[in-house]
């Protein structure tokens, strides 16, 4: 890894800006942040904390304090990951000739001195696209988040006298691709241009935590753009350091966030019945999937 700062340099030299959110990250974050300050081609990164109580902020201040590129904004509460997002955005300038790119990085995510130069290389002739890399934990097991379809809501509601059984979203990975087209992607690292992320409107502040990604994923396809993973592009996820300390907190707003989903995406053109079931479906899988999370 080069040194921290090696890679501040002026206009196309740096066309990535970084958004990290953190809350409760004291164990990981100072080396995403290391990561990230040698990044190549990042010009600007923006830490939007959420009140976090165990220690984050002291080590982002000491992070900050030795790298101009790192600036970062103390939220008095949580208003959660979509407005953290859209905050840290907005608090970054825009380059001048308008082609900058947003790299959505969660505290727990360790990319490479390469790895945004890389994704934007293979992004490049896609047009508008978000892009992501190739997650995997410590042990180099492939996040099944990363690869997605859109919730099927038809076989959740297929399934409601079984409300144990986890919806089935994932998609096989295609290592014959070098950039395989999928339908959504993990909100844990995300690179997209400023300009397509300022047309949809940035991330749903109605999500407070989870689904936000699926959300910003459809809404990319739906304005004609392109979301895709680098299954040659591996970063390691150390995940959920954040949600262990809270897994009731953090299984509610998951099922919350997809009744959100639904009812923005699909309610519109169902019927009440329909409405219903989802509904339903939604929530009798809460208590099975909460009471899991805490046994973890």
């Known amino acids: 890894m080069s040194a921290p700062g090696a890679s501040a340099r002026a206009g196309a030299a740096a066309p990535f800006k970084a958004v990290v959110v953190s809350y409760r990250s004291a164990a990981t974050i100072e080396d995403c942040l290391e990561r990230l300050r040698a990044c190549d081609g990042v010009g600007a990164i923006r830490v939007v904390d959420n009140q976090s109580d ?17 600036r970062f904004i103390a939220n008095p509460d949580n208003p959660g990951f979509s407005v953290g997002c859209n905050q840290g955005a907005a608090d970054l300038e825009p380059a001048a000739d308008g082609d ?10 360790m990319v490479e001195t390469d790895t945004l130069r890389r994704l934007h290389a293979l992004g490049a ?14 042990q180099g097991e492939r996040d099944a988040a990363v690869r997605r379809r ?16 986890a919806p089935k979203m994932a998609v096989a990975p295609d290592d014959a691709l070098a950039l395989q087209h999928v ?17 949809i409107g940035g991330f749903d502040e109605g999500y407070r935590l989870h689904a936000e990604d699926l959300d910003l994923c459809r809404r990319v396809r739906e304005a004609g753009g392109v979301v895709a993973v ?4 591996r970063v390691v996820h150390v995940r959920g350091v954040s949600s262990r300390s809270r ?10 966030g997809l009744w959100r989903y639904f009812r923005k995406f699909e309610a519109p053109r169902r019927g009440a019945l ?13 208590p099975i999937a909460a009471l899991r999370a805490a046994l973890r």
């Open 54 to 70: 165990d220690g984050t902020l002291d080590i982002v201040q000491r992070q900050a304090s030795l790298d101009p590129r790192l």
């Open 100 to 109: 900058d790119w947003l790299a959505f990085v969660n505290p727990d995510c």
């Open 125 to 138: 002739g896609l047009g508008d696209c978000l892009l992501s890399a190739d997650l995997v934990n410590e």
């Open 150 to 165: 859109d919730p099927d809501f038809a076989a959740m509601l297929a399934g409601i006298a079984r409300p144990w059984a």
């Open 183 to 199: 339908q959504a992607t993990s909100g844990a690292l995300m690179l997209m241009p400023r300009s397509l992320f300022a047309r």
């Open 230 to 233: 680098a299954n040659g592009v």
């Open 247 to 256: 897994p009731f907190f953090v299984e509610w707003n998951k099922h919350r």
């Open 274 to 286: 329909v409405r219903a079931g989802v509904f339903a479906a939604i929530w009798l899988r809460f």
